[in-house]
């Protein structure tokens, strides 16, 4: 069958077979449950493919990526005057409006490529619920930069502003983005916009430094404690492991976890959780790491807190890989 008159996903089936199992196997992670079904039945049902059919497809992936990367750098316009240069005016609209769903450029797009320090430019002295809307449409990693730089009278409030945060209208939103002198993108057909929401706030609040994560869940239980008490629900924080079975321990402390960075974060640990990682590894690495507790002297509360978020970034990295399940429920200092 020749690729122009093949289905998408027998096309997709195709690309993957040319991939290889182990790049598949990458791919096949991003996708959902049904498409996984679809896609792995198609792959079965395909005995051969004739070279130029292969050929096809993989250029035409090709083509769709280069695509994308235009966009993201320059735009739909920018995209489709290169693409006509290189394809030919009828084939660019083609690969262009084979990208329709994803070329729905998101409000504050423009937010969404700058430094985070010069996105607090623009907005920290912004009211809390303008400076939650933008938040909003921004990476959890970028929100989570500018909301650790606000203000620390700002930064609980604006987390608030955010987790309540329902559907919000497009003439708001316009509105907010004329005011940062950018224009909201003519793709926008939708009449309303999810944004936000506790699920957001807690994305977040785990790519946040500790310290600021602190606050604003302190000052959150002090002003709503049903809030404060959701999104924490929905979080994971060093001592949650206290939460994980053994065999989750075990899989994590085997997973690059480094000895020097372990005992950093025991250090300042409650004895409960120490007794739980040591109790899950040898005796003899258990008393390895005790003696360089013992002797590294008192440590930095900061450097305390890094070393406990790098292995709570391993548990949800292995979590999100389906390794282990975690269970949800709920100035430095100087550590001796």
Known sequence: MAAAELTGREKAAILLITLGAEDSAAVFRHLKEDEIESITLEIANINSVMPETKDKVVEEFYQL??????????????????????????????????????????????????????????????????????????????????LSQLGADKQAEVAKRIANMGSTSPDVIKEVEKALEKKLSTLMTEEYM????????????????????????????????????????????????????????????????????????????????????????SKRLAAMIKEDMEYMGPVRRSDVDDAQQKIVNVIRRLQDTGEIIVSRGGGDEIIV
């Open 65 to 146: 990526c280069l695509a994308q990367q235009y966009i993201t750098e320059g735009g739909i316009a920018y995209a489709r005057q290169i693409l006509e240069k290189a394809l030919g005016e009828a084939r660019a609209l083609e690969v262009i409006s084979k990208l329709t769903v994803s070329l729905q450029v998101r409000p504050f797009d423009f937010v969404r490529k700058t430094e985070a320090s010069q996105v607090l430019n623009f907005i920290q002295n912004e009211h809390p619920q303008t400076i939650a809307l933008i938040l909003s449409y921004l990476r959890p990693k970028q929100a989570a930069d500018v």
């Open 194 to 281: 999810d944004v936000g929401g506790v699920d957001y706030v807690v994305d977040i609040l785990n790519s946040i430094d500790r310290a600021t994560e602190k606050h604003i869940m302190e000052t959150l239980e002090n002003e709503d404690v049903e809030l404060a008490e959701e999104i924490r629900k929905k979080m994971f924080v060093f001592e949650d492991i206290l939460s994980l079975d053994n065999r989750s321990i075990q899989t994590v402390l085997r997973h690059d976890i480094d000895n020097k960075e372990l005992a950093i974060a025991l250090k300042g640990a409650s004895e409960e959780v120490q007794n739980v990682i040591f109790s899950n590894m």
